[in-house]
């Protein structure tokens, strides 16, 4: 065979080859639109250190509230299985999103499912904890494909670079924020909204009558020149102004001071 056929041949082989190499180290299937795995309106840092292992992120709470115990959320729907490991992952969950993706999460203080049941996005799968090989509370968290770490990314946008320590970078979730829990609560009168259970700056207004509220936040005191008060604000959707803000409690027709109880008396969830 001439030298310039030879060569032709053998480059032809060489592309065909790394064409292959590219095809399979890219993911068949698209991956799910995962969200972050804590609730609506919650904020936390991450980090990233050489012993984690499958590009894991361990992510702290970082708006007040506490890490443990706080909900742990299914990232995307699928399939939920519970494990234990004593030395490592301590309890934790695996969801089977399907296509090869899964995700992990490490060192819960509790489960919220059973054994093979099918979670949808949004839905709580345990709680935050430290068991298993850890030093405080936090929760582990890996995306995979055909059970190869994957670089995370939450609303379709890497996380990437990933930082070396806490408070370098934030991720504020809006996992369930459509949907979820919903509790009925009873308000007397027009309560203003704001954006935050601190700030002062009105944003609009959530109307006297019956509304649903998502859960419920510690803040500044609301008080009357009656003596009545309240200090827990409710997340909602306003009829006047934008979603997932805030009213004061004092605003609920059934319960007294510094309570947060829905029409049915259940005790409305902390965010």
Known sequence: MPLRRLLSVLLTGALGVMGLVGLTATPAHAAPNFKAPYPCGQQWTYSHHSAEVRLALDFVRSDGGATSGAPVLASASGTAYRYYEAGGAGNYVVVDHGGGWKTYYFHLAAYSIGHGQGVAQGQQIGTTGSTGASSGAHLHYEQLYN???????????????YPGSYHQKYLTSDNGCSGGGRYWVDTFADAPGYGSPTSTTRTGTLYAGTNYVFCKVWGRE???GAGNYNHWWLRTDLDVGPANQ????????RWGNDQARDNNGTVVPDC
Do not use: C, K
């Open 147 to 161: 059970g190869v770490g994957q670089t995370i990314s939450i609303n379709g946008a890497s996380l990437a670079p």
């Open 246 to 253: 805030y009213v004061s409690a004092y605003y609920l027709s």
């Open 222 to 224: 609301i008080r009357d």
